[in-house]
């Protein structure tokens, strides 16, 4: 068997992860891999173009944005001749099966090719120019497609290959430009790409914290937006705000469906508040820099699912995509895919914006309407017959970037309803002490892009002799409802005050736990807050370190965060391609560290350079980061050295990524629904709320216990386990 691995079309980031996985991943199922370079074009040139690839050839690529085997745009292959052209050129080479990372154009171009495959090797073969036996043996084309496109504009997969990093980029610049702006009082307009979706305009704005959006999906519906915005804008500075941002989609429209364009918002806003606006065009910064954890992870599992469809014979002749649904690979037919991705842009279009919003899905639209809530978010009067409840809000557990995101959100949502907020400090210490502060407007601004945690966060669990204290505060300071941001700790001892309602009824009130820690050891939620941007740290730690090695032959082995829960050893082994990862649910004997230490000699023994191992901290308490790394260096003797890095807590700082933030806010602001929904009932509800399956679940406290393994603090079940395989069959030849 023998198969073609093509990027085309616009680059995205997180292409070599998956141009890595395929040709690997093909390699140890006993598949040729070959790539084409340059996209299309390579294929109808054929020649150079088209080359057996190795396991080396893809070796070191993982880090590096934008496509090495070159991606293009192809006029030729628009045509009958040029795709004929193609299909010799495979068929020389024996290839019928075909994996492409490109957009929606590139994936309809293979699809048609598909088509008309059977009858372009007869004519081919009626023509001599192909052998007869030669369109016998390949009857059918196979094609695997993988969405790449920063713009996550398709259907069939939550994330495109190159979004996530796309958002990184725009929430770096954004986070930049918000600080100049508050140092000069300024407004910014910032436009950025997406001409038909509006996913990183509105998903940016979430994460950047920003006041105004401009999507082609959900145009401003007033006749006077313009008026409403900067009303919105000088609102913001009244309540105090320093900075004002715009975000424009580069394809944003209004009711009519004519173009809005960010140099109109311009002076649309310099008109209305009487200052000076500048104007960002982000352009192709956002195709740049090094792919994100999450693009490298994900592109590496659809690279490798692609090629066991492919393999697995169950996909022959067909077309499908491989996508990503709530942490599931998928396979779903390309072609419906393509026509529901395209009735989007039609329905926007037609001026449906209803339907435009509706096909993108549910967390879109969920998160326009945080957005929207947020730019409107003031100080409001509780509604007419609406009671007024007072909830507290409160950390605890080790920190995690995004904390003071999901603040900030449960804190002006809240205002904004007309309820009271009560910041509590310090965690459980701080509900016991009564360090209790109002909350306004004011106080968490500029928290939705800040690291660490503002209220202050620990591990102490509430003592017996707290509780006491607890509830006194709790009746003193009239709380109606408590939101606990945080990891073990926080779900421990919120459990403890639920299950002590019969014995202290200020217990008995509305309690909500949101799962944030860098860790992901929380049952209810497949992802904590922070995870994500905890695992972008490691990444780019390990990039660094291993960059030091250039000149030697030199294993490293690196220590991970993550207590008794492996996350985030085995999601920065792959998106590191680390050769082995150390897992606590797996732990580590004498005998597997002979087997590794066996592997890196004769890793090294055949010319590989560099060596890296990812342990987690609790793996084994004898057989310690220190001790691996004495023993491989002991045994590797002259033909490699071995150093430990000990990452710490680089892991828990940095500012939150867009991932973090985003969800952090999409949870806050559904948990202080949950509360008002729940304050002042004579038997309230309390639960966890999470994700799973890419969607927003709550699991009711009570079930705590039942979750999760008590010793180990982590839950029984964990779904990420399962792509134990993935890593190894990368990493079974070594190198990464
Ligand atoms: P993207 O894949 O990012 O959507 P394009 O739409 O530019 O980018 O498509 C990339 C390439 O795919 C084109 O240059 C062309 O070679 C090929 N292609 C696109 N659409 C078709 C089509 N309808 N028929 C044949 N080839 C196509």
Not at 257 to 279: A, D, H, K, N, W
Not at 414 to 433: C, M, T
Not at 558 to 563: C, I, P, S, Y
Request: glycine content about 12%; some cysteine.
């Amino acid at each position: 068997m023998r198969l073609g691995v093509m990027t085309s079309g616009g680059d995205a980031q997180g292409m070599n992860a998956a141009v890595r996985a395929v040709v690997r991943t093909a390699l140890a199922r006993g598949i040729r891999p070959y790539a084409i370079r340059e996209g299309y074009s390579g294929m109808v040139a054929g020649g150079e173009m088209i080359r057996a690839m190795t396991w080396e050839s893809v070796g070191g690529i993982m880090h590096q944005g934008g496509t090495v085997i070159g991606t293009a745009r192809c006029q030729e292959f628009r045509t009958r001749e040029g795709r004929r052209q193609a299909a010799k050129n495979l068929i020389v080479h024996g290839i019928d099966n075909l994996v492409i990372i490109g957009g929606d154009g590139s994936l309809t171009g293979a699809n048609i090719f598909r088509q008309e495959w059977p009858e372009l090797l007869e004519e081919l073969a009626r023509g001599g120019e192909i052998e007869a036996g030669a369109a016998q043996r390949h009857p059918a084309l196979t094609i695997a497609g993988l969405v790449g496109s920063i713009d996550n504009d398709m259907h069939g997969t939550d994330m495109t290959i190159g979004a996530d990093t796309a958002l990184h980029r725009i929430t770096e610049a954004v986070d930049a430009i918000a600080s100049t702006a508050a140092s000069h009082q300024r407004t910014f307009v910032v436009e950025v790409m997406g001409r038909n979706c509006g996913y990183l305009a509105l998903m940016g704005a979430l994460s950047a914290g920003a006041d105004w959006v401009l999507i082609p999906e959900n145009p401003p519906n007033l006749d006077n937006w313009e008026e409403r915005m900067c009303q919105v804008l000088r609102a913001g500075r009244q309540a105090g705000r320093r900075d004002s941002i715009v975000i424009v989609a580069e394809g944003a429209i209004d009711r009519q469906g004519r173009p809005i364009t960010s140099q109109y918002v311009r002076q649309v806003l310099e008109e209305g508040l009487e200052e000076e606006v500048r104007l960002t065009i982000l352009g192709h910064v956002q195709r740049g820099g090094t792919p994100s954890a999450f693009d490298r992870n994900l592109s590496t599992l659809l690279g490798h699912a692609a090629v066991e469809a492919i393999a697995s014979g169950e996909i022959h002749g067909e077309a499908v995509l491989i996508g990503l649904r709530g942490n599931r690979v998928t396979r779903a037919p390309l072609m419906a895919c393509v026509e529901r991705t395209h009735a989007v842009n039609q329905a926007i279009q037609n001026r449906d914006f209803e339907a435009a919003l509706r096909l993108r899905g549910d967390n879109f639209a969920d998160s326009f309407r945080i957005f929207r809530t947020h730019a409107r978010a003031l100080p409001h009067p509780p509604a007419a017959g609406q009671q007024r409840f007072r909830l507290a809000v409160m950390h605890s557990g080790g920190p995690a970037a995004g904390m003071n995101t999901a603040v900030r959100t449960a804190v002006r949502i809240g205002l904004d309803q007309g309820h009271e907020l009560i910041g509590v400090r310090n965690g459980f210490i701080g509900l016991a002490r009564g360090d209790f502060r109002e909350m306004d407007w004011m106080s968490v601004n500029g928290w939705a892009h800040t690291g660490g945690a503002e209220l202050g966060t620990n591990r102490t669990l509430p003592a017996e002799s707290d509780l006491y204290h607890i509830a006194r505060n709790i009746e003193e300071h009239r709380i109606d409802g408590l939101l606990l941001i945080g990891g073990w700790a926080a779900y421990q001892g919120a459990y403890r005050l639920y299950s002590q309602r019969h014995i202290f009824p200020a217990f008995n009130l509305p309690i909500i736990c949101l799962p944030a820690t860098i860790d992901n050891d929380l049952p209810g939620s497949d992802l904590s807050i922070g995870a994500d941007t905890a695992l972008n740290n490691i990444v780019q730690a390990v990039g660094k370190i291993k960059q030091s090695a250039v000149a030697s032959q030199r294993c490293f082995v690196v220590e991970v965060m993550g207590r008794d829960c492996g996350y985030l050893a085995l999601m920065s082994g792959l998106a590191t391609g680390a050769e082995r990862v150390y897992l606590p649910e797996e732990g580590v004997t004498l005998d597997d560290l002979r087997d590794d230490l066996n592997n890196l000699i004769a890793g090294f023994q055949n010319g590989k350079r560099l060596g890296l191992m990812i342990r987690n901290e609790n793996v084994n308490p004898f057989y310690t980061t220190a001790f691996m790394a004495a023993l491989f260096e002991e045994e590797g003797r002259d033909l490699f050295d071995v150093r430990q890095a000990i990452l710490g807590h680089l892991q828990q700082g940095g500012d939150p990524s867009p991932f973090d933030r985003i969800q952090a806010a999409r949870l806050a602001a559904r948990c202080v629904d949950f509360l008002i929904a729940e304050a002042g009932k004579d038997e309230p509800d309390s639960a966890f709320i999470g994700i799973q399956g890419g969607k927003i679940v709550f699991t009711p406290l009570e079930d705590w216990p039942r979750l999760i393994e008590k010793e180990k603090q982590r839950p029984k079940q964990q779904w990420w386990l399962d792509l134990r395989p993935v890593a190894k069959t990368l990493a079974a030849a070594g190198g990464p």
